[in-house]
């Protein structure tokens, strides 16, 4: 049995190249998806690239402690990256730091004091009347029909009972092809803006006039013309159009909107004055509704006031056509939803179905929660980073790094001499691995190197080399022992693998423990040490370790030359032992 043992050790001992293939594999494809994805260098932090950080802290109303959850500071993060997108900014970074405290990273080039402005406002959420919509970039609304009588709606919209169904569905079709008879953005901007006191028997498009809940009555002209001007020259295909429609409005304003519906299309929406203030819902949740069959659908309740406002618009909007039997769900000026009723919705709880997914219902579900969210957010700190600045501390981080690798090499050098070739070799693969990893971790988890994940990388070079320098001792001390070089590499790399296992742990599970128990930028410090820990390991095991057992196998090595830092002489070795036959005394005769 001891003979098999040995046998099996041997194979597999001599084929080193084995291990040293499978991480040139790994290097090559990495670096493959790195100049595929087309990210090849590591995202920058704000501290290095340059721009604006804001850190805001959610305070909740008196006795609403628990409002500070995950759900509701989620919520939060999804309405200022929408507000940040609203920007044109690119690359803007808003997520959660520990439970209460919201980060947003803004990159140079932003405007950092509208940016404050609009990240640390409540957000608005209103629930408006449609008077009129159509695609974005499609041109004036059609003149209505006389013959029209709007019953010719999609019919693969949802119909409606007692529930709120979602219209975006059909909103390419619905503006895509105006007719002359009525379609199904019922009538011109013109006549929606118009007060129309007495309802006309006629079946023409404006017969919804004395439903619209547009107190435009009492609106000069001049106001009138105005938002038809607006309505007619908006163009929401435009980011920086979309951003500023609706600015200055208020709640008793009609106004105009931009929005997207399913189709990933934008629609332009002129909307009548607010008639359910966001923060009068209660509660809204997505519910998946197997007795109907109908999905995904999302429900809301309504707080007393609100229900008597919700029941009061939607029996006026079903008494009209579309697209003015529908509500707009307004956040932030841009419209999220815009379902059509057919009949008042009373109780003070309605639903809202149509295409949904899990995704697509939980999003309004939380959209039209946070109307009714108890917590705002204060502004703890703001911290700008010009470019030049950012530039100067990447530079500086670099030095530090280069520095402290030259310091590293230089007494591999002078203390290992040959030796010291396969550590460089080791660091150099350890560096290509964390850089690769790195770039990658950028567009994949958003991953951003600042100057305390540089500062992680710095100390990550002493990390691994000694993790060479505990190897390289144990086949030292077993050469010390009289051995020959190839048993003294098999024999110390049991000890020194449970050493550097043991080692690496600790600074693993110190890298953990202080990624989970910290926040901000100390995060990307504990966060660069555990990765290269891990990378040391991977390293010595499928690199360091094989090398050096090839390596062994030369003669420069092998015979100890004075240069590879293997010299017996040098190290002290003592002589093998040999086994003598031991002689006995001579023993004298006693006399008796």
Known sequence: MAAVKKGRNASATSKPWRSLALILIAIVALTGAMFVSGHKTPRLGIDLAGGTSITLAAVPEAGQESAINKTNMDTAVSIMERRVNGLGVSEAEVQTQGTRNIIVNIPKGTNSKQAREQVGTTAKLYFRPVLATELAGGGAAPTPSATGDGSEQDTGQDKATDKATDKSTEKANDGSSPSASATTQGRAA???????????????????????????????????????????????????????????????????????????????????????????????????????????????????????????????????????NQFAIVLDNEVVSDPYVSQALTGGSAEISGNFNQQSS??????????????????????????????????????????GLALVVIYLLLYYRGLSFIAIASLLVSAALTYVIMSLLGPAIGFALNLPAVCGAIVAIGITADS?????????????????????????????????????????????????????????????????????????????????????????????????????????????????????????????
């Open 190 to 324: 013109t006549d929606a803006l118009k007060a129309d006191e007495t309802p006309s028997a006629s079946p023409s498009g404006t017969t919804g006039d004395e439903a619209s809940p547009s107190a435009t009555g009492g609106t000069s002209g001049d106001a009138d013309s105005k938002l038809q001007a607006q309505y007619a020259a908006l163009d929401c295909t435009k980011e920086s159009v979309r951003a500023k429609a609706g600015d200055g409005s208020k709640s008793t304003d009609s106004t105009v909107a931009c929005g997207q519906n399913s189709q990933g299309q934008w629609q332009k929406y002129l909307l009548g004055p607010a008639a359910v203030d966001g923060t009068e819902v209660d509660k809204a949740d997505a519910v998946l509704n197997t007795q109907s069959g109908a999905g995904w659908t999302v429900t809301m309740d309504f707080s007393d006031k609100g229900s008597k406002k919700f029941a009061d618009i939607t029996g006026k909007l079903a008494q009209n056509q579309s697209p003015q």
């Open 362 to 403: 939980e999003e309004l579900a939380n959209m039209l929660s946070y109307g009714a969210l108890p917590l705002t957010f204060r502004e703890d700190s703001v911290t700008t980073v010009t470019a030049a600045l950012g530039g100067e501390q990447l530079k500086a981080g670099l030095i530090a790094g280069a520095i």
């Open 468 to 592: 060479f320098i505990v190897f390289f001792e144990r086949v030292r001390d077993e050469i010390r022992e009289g051995r020959t070089l190839r048993p003294s590499v098999e024999r110390a790399w049991p000890r020194a693998r449970r050493t550097i296992l043991v080692s690496d742990f600790v600074s693993f599970l110190a890298a953990a423990v202080l990624f989970v128990v910290t926040v901000g930028k100390v995060q990307g410090f504990a966060f660069t040490l555990g990765l290269t820990t891990v990378l040391d390991v991977v390293v010595v095991f499928l690199f360091t370790k094989p090398l050096l057992t090839l390596m062994a196998r030369r003669k420069f090595f092998a015979s100890g030359h004075k240069w590879s830092g293997l010299d017996p002489k040098a190290l002290g070795a003592k002589p093998p032992l040999r086994r003598t036959r031991r002689t006995s005394a001579p023993t004298q005769t006693k006399e008796a």
